[in-house]
């Protein structure tokens, strides 16, 4: 199964400014996933990122907010911008499917102050 | 789109015991069902996976089953040790590349 590599691993951030979150693939994969998961809670999806294409939402999710790039097979970005502390959660980048299980980054712990 | 729901929230066994946690989901196109255990602070990581062409699936002490009539799956644990001890997440989707649905999680704890 496919390696993620994914940084930052934990940032504190002052609301309103913007976080960059990396996540490097050691193979091309068509689709890379990004997910949010709350204090105590599950995972849930913010986008599906394919190389080539604007990234597709989830409900409840703005391009304008959380911002995606997918420039090659092997990496994208996800940008949450403007932060509130609302923001605080995990980031989790994925890959999967299409005959193999799914991975998952090391993820992001993002805290808003 | 695919509901998941996942039950209980919150299992306490004691050690030797075994653990069993059900997931419903709504979509009958999924056919992909992976379980995570995530322990505090890491990733969650797949420890068992079914298909839906099988009922049911073994790996040492963790169990799958599928019923995909009933469209419910369920993980069993058998001789429980503290280091099961962990969030448990069920998933499913439909194996095409899309996206995994996940339950909202069952905190199992392995009282010693």
């Known amino acids: 199964s496919a390696v993620i590599s994914q940084k930052p691993s934990r940032d504190i951030c002052q609301r309103g400014t913007s976080l960059t979150i990396q996540c490097q693939v050691d193979?091309?994969?068509?689709?890379m996933f990004w997910y949010r998961q709350q204090p105590g809670q599950s995972l849930t999806l913010i986008a599906t990122a394919n190389q080539g294409s604007e990234a597709t939402y989830e409900s409840g999710f703005v391009i304008d907010k959380f911002p995606i790039s997918r420039p090659n097979l092997t990496f994208s970005t996800l940008t949450v911008s403007n932060m509130s502390p609302e923001d605080s959660s995990i980031y989790l980048c994925?890959?999967?499917?299409?005959?193999?299980?799914?991975?998952f980054g090391s993820g992001t712990r993002l805290t808003v102050v | 789109g695919e509901n998941v729901e996942q039950h209980p929230s919150t299992l306490s066994v004691q050690e030797g015991d075994s653990a069993v946690i059900k997931c419903t989901y709504s979509?009958?196109?999924?056919?992909?069902f992976p379980w995570y255990k995530q322990e505090l602070g890491k990733r969650p990581q797949l420890i068992i996976d079914?298909?839906?062409?099988?009922g049911e699936k073994k790996d040492q002490r963790i169990a799958v089953t599928l019923n995909k009539t009933a469209k419910h799956f369920s993980l069993h644990i058998t001789e429980t040790q503290p280091e099961d001890s962990a969030v448990y997440f069920c998933?499913?989707?439909?194996?095409?590349?899309?996206?995994?649905?996940f339950g909202g999680g069952t905190r199992l704890m392995v009282k010693p």
């Open positions: 079914i298909r839906s062409n099988v």
């Open positions: 998933a499913a989707s439909n194996y095409a590349g899309n996206m995994l649905t």
């Open positions: 193979s091309q994969v068509t689709m």
């Open positions: 979509d009958s196109a999924s056919n992909y």
């Open positions: 994925s890959v999967g499917g299409g005959g193999y299980g799914y991975t």
